[in-house]
């Protein structure tokens, strides 16, 4: 080698390769944070509303009723709603013993 590329290798190698690993572990980092962001917001968006789509359950409504939140034909049109919703998913339940088999 010549001695004018030799005197263009920087003799301090410590901190140059410092300043890589902490770039690197920057990188890295928002790497990570990225992955998660995506995953999370992938499951929000992929996540089965089906459970509880109405926001209230059939007791939840009773006791609305009986407060007096809801008169009977909004709660009778709310169970309705609910329980078509229900057997439209394919959760229905057998009713009877002899259903149940």
């Known amino acids: 080698m010549s001695i004018a590329v030799l005197s263009t290798i920087p003799t301090d ?3 140059s390769l ?3 690993m902490i770039t690197l572990a920057v990188l890295l980092g928002l790497l990570l944070i990225g ?3 995506s995953v999370v917001i992938r499951r ?3 996540a089965d509303d089906d459970g509880d789509a109405a926001g209230f359950t059939l007791q ?6 009986m407060d007096g ?3 009977e034909e909004e709660y009778e049109a709310a169970r309705t709603a609910m329980i078509g919703r229900i057997r439209s ?3 229905e339940q057998p009713t009877s013993p002899s259903e149940r088999g």
């Open 69 to 71: 939140r809801l008169t």
């Open 60 to 65: 939840e409504l009773r006791e609305m009723r």
């Open 18 to 20: 410092a300043d890589i």
């Open 13 to 15: 190698t410590s901190s």
């Open 89 to 91: 998913s394919g959760a």
């Open 44 to 46: 929000r968006l992929l």
């Open 35 to 37: 992955v998660v962001v």
